[in-house]
């Protein structure tokens, strides 16, 4: 019965990573399958065991493609919107992962870093780790959140220019001033500085005098 149910669970799964999706919640599986919190808990266990399912939070569950077994996980950008509606909070990538994506940093950046309106714990999925930044005032930086397409979706970053706000914001997290000004320097021509001059009414003025604006 218990073989059953996993191989009920595993055939869930298939169907999913076939649409193209790789996450879904306790809830959504247990009605699909027909099967009670108990015996879907006992088959998700036995998934988890053999590395083909993680749960960073409680009910989210994330299936591991084939192709990133080795990782453990597959990326955070697959996951990260689905995740954040789980825990019911608006958020955006963003500080040296946004960089990243914008194009403007030299280097990998090792955590995949998350502004959102509550304090969170980090997650450690795989390899990938997912570090949360806390900002009260989303919607004061409404302006500077985009929409950026992913293999599964959309994500919401960071623009540019609300990035170089937050890298000076957070200096802690963007690995000191030195880094800073090398990505600030790659990141300035993608810069709306019409944009930047919006967001910086709601930016502290520190971070305003060290951006020179």
Known sequence: MVHDQRSAL??????????????????????????????????AERLQRRKALISPRQGFYIAVPPQFASWGAPPP??????LM??????????????????????????EFQVVAPKRLPK?????????????????????????RKTDTGTMKISSAALTALDLLRYPQAAGGFDNIATVLNDLAEKIDPAQLATLSVAAERPVVQRLGH
């Open 85 to 110: 509606r789980h825990e019911r909070q608006p958020y955006y990538v963003g500080l040296l992962k946004a960089a990243e994506l914008h194009g403007a940093t030299h280097q990998a950046v090792m």
């Open 10 to 43: 595993s055939a869930h799964i298939a169907g999913l990573l076939a649409a193209g999706r790789v996450v879904f919640t306790s809830a959504q599986a247990e009605e699909a399958l027909g099967v009670g919190r108990g015996a879907f808990l006992d088959a």
């Open 123 to 147: 997650i450690k999925a795989g390899r990938n780790l997912i570090v949360f930044y806390y900002r009260k005032d989303l919607a004061a930086v409404a302006a500077g959140i985009e929409d």
């Open 77 to 82: 950008t697959w996951y990260i919107d689905a």
